[in-house]
């Protein structure tokens, strides 16, 4: 496999070649028509809500979403680009193996987290949050909590981890993130951004470019979480380059049959052209390079100097660098290889992350499984 990051630090790049995994929900059979319709986040979570911190002069609302009522809090830490309902497939699945509570939160300028400075996405004001977002909801004697991130998630959650912003931490779970691996990703990362769409007609055509280009390899989950990368916009525009870059990199498989019907409805696309709902990107990804490095630059040693039961999930073992390669050799941390995901293994396998981190959970007497679940 070839060494790639796909960080969702960014958004991940298409698939190597095999399609979709053998686990996923997407339907292939001939003739069959794909639903790319969105579904709902009350599907997967129980409440959604807005934890109001206040700062100095205005205040910060950080959007959740929860589910369960009692055992250890899982607190969920999206990549870059997405945002909490990445991780909705993922909560349904968890929740039936083991006694837990989820949060899974929208970081700063993702989702619908609202921040006076969404501009500032460092690594230290990130981990902040987390904690006070923590404190928010718990006061001073939170629960045991286990933090969860995935690629630009994951590494915040390192720094949330060293920091203490979480005194009643239990164990840390970062899901395929490695400093070595990220940083060679940096480079090419912004050719990559300009390759994506920048526009879509509808959240539907979203949904299906993220399935068709394997940033998301579930259908499921790319139905429930796409929304939480793209938002609705108003254009006031007839010009036809807009009109062409709304599709701009979705697969069609069906051709315009007649010149002429193509006309007429061209001439109806153009009277609503001027006011047309579109959809585009939640968060201007390639303006927040000059975080990237501040993101992964010495996590590994980070990492492995946290004083917690640690986990870290990889879509390939390739991606381990040479500190971690050490850190494994030494019995450090816990790590398992999931094959056949892209880079958003928690949302194209969310059953084989939940049993990994249910299994190493119980492992260490954090939790137990439910009661009926055969593991």
Same mark, same amino acid.
């Given at each position: 496999?070839?060494?790639?990051?796909?960080?969702?630090?960014?958004?991940?790049?298409?698939?190597?070649?095999?399609?979709?995994?053998?686990?996923?929900?997407?339907?292939?059979?001939? +003739?069959?028509? @794909?639903?790319? %319709? /969105?579904?709902?986040? &009350?599907?997967?979570?129980?409440?959604?809500?807005?934890?109001? $911190?206040?700062?100095?002069?205005?205040?910060?609302?950080?959007?959740?979403?929860?589910?369960?009522?009692?055992?250890?809090?899982?607190?969920?830490?999206?990549?870059?680009?997405?945002?909490?309902?990445?991780?909705?497939?993922?909560?349904?699945?968890?929740?039936?193996?083991?006694?837990?509570?989820?949060?899974?939160?929208?970081?700063?300028?993702? +989702?619908?987290? @609202?921040?006076? %400075? /969404?501009?500032?996405? &460092?690594?230290?004001?990130?981990?902040?949050?987390?904690?006070? $977002?923590?404190?928010?909801?718990?006061?001073?004697?939170?629960?045991?909590?286990?933090?969860?991130?995935?690629?630009?998630?994951?590494?915040?959650?390192?720094?949330?981890?060293?920091?203490?912003?979480?005194?009643?931490?239990?164990?840390?779970?970062?899901?395929?993130?490695?400093?070595?691996?990220?940083?060679?990703?940096?480079?090419?990362?912004?050719?990559?951004?300009?390759?994506?769409?920048?526009?879509?007609? &509808?959240?539907?055509?979203?949904?299906?470019?993220?399935?068709?280009?394997?940033?998301?390899?579930?259908?499921?989950?790319?139905?429930?979480?796409?929304?939480?990368?793209?938002?609705?916009?108003?254009?006031?525009?007839?010009?036809?380059?807009?009109?062409?870059?709304?599709?701009?990199?979705?697969?069609?498989?069906?051709?315009?049959?007649?010149?002429?019907?193509?006309?007429?409805?061209?001439?109806?696309?153009?009277?609503?052209?001027?006011?047309?709902?579109?959809?585009?990107?939640?968060?201007?990804?390639?303006?927040?390079?000059?975080?990237?490095?501040?993101?992964?630059?010495?996590?590994?040693?980070?990492?492995?100097?946290?004083?917690?039961?640690?986990?870290?999930?990889?879509?390939?073992?390739?991606?381990?660098?040479?500190?971690?390669?050490?850190?494994?050799?030494?019995?450090?941390?816990?790590?398992?290889?999931?094959?056949?995901?892209?880079?958003?293994?928690?949302?194209?396998?969310?059953?084989?992350?939940?049993?990994?981190?249910?299994?190493?959970?119980?492992?260490?007497?954090?939790?137990?499984?439910?009661?009926?679940?055969?593991?």
């Amino acid at each position: 496999m070839e060494k790639q990051l796909h960080l969702n630090l960014l958004a991940s790049r298409p698939p190597m070649a095999g399609g979709f995994q053998s686990g996923s929900k997407m339907k292939m059979g001939p +003739g069959r028509k @794909k639903d790319f %319709s /969105p579904l709902s986040w &009350s599907q997967y979570f129980e409440t959604m809500e807005d934890v109001e $911190v206040e700062n100095e002069n205005a205040s910060s609302f950080y959007q959740i979403y929860c589910s369960g009522a009692h055992g250890p809090v899982l607190l969920l830490l999206h990549g870059g680009g997405h945002s909490a309902l990445s991780w909705a497939v993922f909560t349904a699945v968890i929740c039936s193996r083991i006694n837990c509570r989820v949060v899974a939160m929208d970081l700063r300028a993702h +989702g619908d987290t @609202k921040v006076k %400075s /969404p501009e500032d996405l &460092s690594a230290d004001t990130m981990a902040k949050d987390i904690g006070k $977002v923590v404190e928010m909801l718990y006061g001073e004697n939170p629960p045991p909590i286990m933090i969860i991130g995935h690629s630009m998630g994951g590494a915040i959650a390192v720094h949330t981890a060293v920091a203490n912003h979480i005194p009643s931490l239990l164990g840390l779970c970062v899901i395929d993130v490695v400093e070595g691996t990220a940083m060679d990703a940096l480079n090419s990362m912004q050719n990559f951004l300009r390759s994506r769409p920048k526009t879509f007609k &509808s959240l539907e055509n979203a949904i299906e470019w993220s399935v068709k280009s394997g940033q998301i390899r579930n259908i499921e989950s790319a139905r429930v979480s796409m929304g939480g990368q793209v938002k609705k916009c108003e254009e006031t525009t007839s010009s036809p380059a807009v009109s062409n870059s709304i599709g701009e990199g979705i697969i069609e498989e069906e051709e315009d049959e007649e010149e002429e019907s193509n006309k007429k409805r061209m001439k109806e696309d153009d009277q609503e052209m001027k006011k047309e709902s579109i959809f585009t990107w939640r968060v201007e990804l390639s303006k927040t390079e000059k975080y990237w490095d501040g993101w992964f630059r010495g996590l590994s040693a980070l990492f492995l100097t946290c004083p917690v039961p640690k986990l870290l999930l990889l879509a390939g073992v390739d991606r381990l660098d040479k500190d971690l390669t050490i850190g494994q050799m030494q019995g450090k941390f816990q790590m398992q290889v999931l094959p056949q995901c892209g880079h958003a293994v928690h949302e194209d396998a969310p059953e084989k992350v939940a049993d990994a981190l249910a299994t190493f959970m119980v492992r260490h007497k954090f939790t137990e499984f439910k009661d009926g679940y055969l593991c």
